[in-house]
Structures are given as C-alpha cells and as structure tokens.
Nanobody
Framework: QVQLVESGGGLVQPGGSLRLSCAAS????????RGWYRQAPGKQRELVAT???????NYADSVKGRFTISRDNAKNTVYLQMNTLKPEDTAVYYC??????????????WGQGTQVTVSS
C-alpha cells in the first residue's frame, strides 16, 4: 500500500558528493519518521540518519558533519546529501518510512536500495 522509490546512487571518487532521494506514494495519511540505513557486504544494516515530521534529525557518528538528511513534506520525499565521501561509505543505502495509512493503520516500508560506491 506504500511504495518507496529511491534514486541517486552511483560511483564517486573519495571526497566527492552524492544526493539520494526517496519518494513515497500510496495510501498515506501521515509520515512521522523517515530514515536512511546502509548495508555493506558482510555487515549488518546500520542506521545512517533519521528525521522526524517535526524536523528533528539524528545521525550516526560516522557520518556527522558530512551527511545531511532533509525532507519535502509536500512531495513525500526524503533526501540524503552525502559530502566528503569515503571508501568506507560504500554500501547499499535503503530508505525507511514510518507513518499511518489512510485507514489509520501504522505502516513501515523500505525502499529497494541504491548502491553507493566510493572508489578511485
């Protein structure tokens, strides 16, 4: 009932930048939390950043000062601006959205994932 479409991944050199987008659609009444997670090969999925409906943000220590999460409520879209990328940022990045459907039922959905590779 909720679809998430991610875009913006790719190959970038160390020190470069990328911007990820995640657009939500479907029978959405409200969204109270949006987030980005990542999973590197052989590792568990980890939190990168979250943003609440009120705009409160939270970041993993490893990305503080380099990544910025933002949202466009009118477009139901969440963004992740990634600057000063490092090889250790290489991973598949997933967006996650939590809220309420038009039926007032809670939902939580994951995007399909987008590959980010940082390499020279």
């Amino acid at each position: 009932q909720v679809q998430l479409v991610e875009s913006g991944g790719g190959l970038v050199q160390p020190g470069g930048s990328l911007r990820l987008s995640c657009a939500a659609s479907g029978s959405i009444f409200s969204i109270y939390l949006r987030g980005w997670y990542r999973q590197a090969p052989g590792k568990q999925r980890e939190l990168v950043a979250t943003i609440t409906s009120g705009g409160t943000t939270n970041y993993a220590d490893s990305v503080k000062g380099r990544f910025t999460i933002s949202r466009d409520n009118a477009k139901n879209t969440v963004y992740l601006q990634m600057n000063t990328l490092k090889p250790e940022d290489t991973a598949v990045y997933y967006c996650n959205v939590r809220g309420k459907l038009d039926s007032r039922q809670d939902f939580g959905s994951w995007g399909q994932g987008t590959q980010v590779t940082v390499s020279s």
